[in-house]
């Protein structure tokens, strides 16, 4: 049997990942987001917005599984990822959907940030619903560190909290796994996705700016308060989860090689 699925967040790096490899599976996919994807004119998608509720009961008419990699994590985290949840969810409930998948990460239980406190209460969100779920926590993926050291890059000196540690994993090894848990089987909250490899972000620092063949100066940032202590702590790792094969050299070689 065909699974009609919906994927929320279809052009987010994690949805772009989700896309082909969902299809690949055999799912009949509707992508959702607010803004079309830039590519993909074969491609059956919807306008959703998860703060306004446009599109959200069109989006999960009909659906067997719901994929939700939607989320504002630079933006108003609570409306889209809290209340847009509950939402989608409830809509989600009324068209009899068997499975909803909550992509989460690694530690939105133990480090006090707000976009990660916002990511628990959408968790607790699905798991009191009426909709069978599964909830998988993935650790960051190694574009969105790339990302975050490139916003330092220009400088000639990085103050970096070099002592926080990582986990980074590849986002098409972190879909994989996602799309392993899309049947119409939910699972509920499934064992974490993790990369090959636990670094601090002063060894990733110095593997970028090296792959970037930069010259460039690394300071530890002392950065104080219960966030960092708690990244500090190991409380974003899974250790036993190594899921991802691709180290963080490896992916960096086939950026900047
Ligand atoms: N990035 C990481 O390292 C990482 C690691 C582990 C887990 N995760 C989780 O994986 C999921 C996807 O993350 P990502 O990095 O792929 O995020 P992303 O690149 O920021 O993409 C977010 C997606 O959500 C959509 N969106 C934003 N606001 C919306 C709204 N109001 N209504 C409907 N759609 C909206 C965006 O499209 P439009 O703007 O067009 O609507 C986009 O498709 C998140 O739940 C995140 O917590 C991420």
Redesign the pocket.
Known sequence: MTCRTLL????????TALQPRLIDAGHDLLAA???PPDHGDDLEWIA????DGTGIREAVADVDVVVH?????Q?DSEA?DVR?TERLLEAAADAGVSNFVY???VGVDEIPYSYYEH?FAAERAVEASAVPSTIVR????HS?VAELLGMVSRSPIWPLPTAIRLQPIDVGEAADAIVDRATTDPAGRVPDIGGPEIRTVGDLARAYRDARALRRLIVRLPLPGETAAAFRAGDGLCPDRTVGTVTWNEWLAGQFD
Not at 48 to 51: G, H, I, K, S
Not at 69 to 73: C, E, H, I, Q
């Open positions: 929320t967040g279809a052009t987010g790096t994690l949805g987001s607010r803004s959703m917005d998860l703060v990699a939607a989320s504002a994590p933006g889209v847009g992509v989460s990460i990511k993935a650790t960051q993926f969105f």
